[in-house]
């Protein structure tokens, strides 16, 4: 039996999965995929879409307090405000329980402006 009829090995959490529960491109099942991982330990993540020349991109912003990550939204803001940024998520313990907080932050912007 080869490995393709035993199915695949997800490099996140080692389970198998296959083509029809699982992207064999990223190597991934799709719950793995579906959960969003960071490559650091910041308590905070925010994603901040923006416009290119031939779409969208994305940037991220980051804290350990709600205030280091409103102030690195900003700079991002800041950074990119001829390409129309736009706050798209913001999570609470980004590798964790993945708490949305993109509507309290929004409303914190509003506020300091």
């Known amino acids: ?11 996140e959490c080692e389970h198998s999965y296959d083509d029809r529960d699982g992207d064999l ?11 969003i991982k960071v490559p650091f330990n910041f308590r905070y993540h925010a994603e901040i879409q923006y416009e290119t ?6 940037c991220n912003a980051n ?18 405000k001829d390409r129309l940024p736009e706050l798209s998520l913001v999570l609470k313990d980004p590798n964790g329980e993945q708490i949305d907080i993109t ?7 509003k506020e300091k402006s």
């Open 25 to 35: 491109d990223e190597r991934m099942c799709f719950e793995c995929l579906d959960k």
């Open 103 to 109: 509507n309290d932050v929004l409303k914190r912007l």
């Open 53 to 58: 020349e031939l779409g969208f991109n994305f």
């Open 63 to 80: 804290g350990n307090t709600l205030d280091e990550l409103l102030c690195d939204i900003d700079e991002r803001l800041d950074q990119y």
């Open 1 to 11: 039996m080869s490995s393709y009829d035993q199915g695949y090995t997800c490099i």
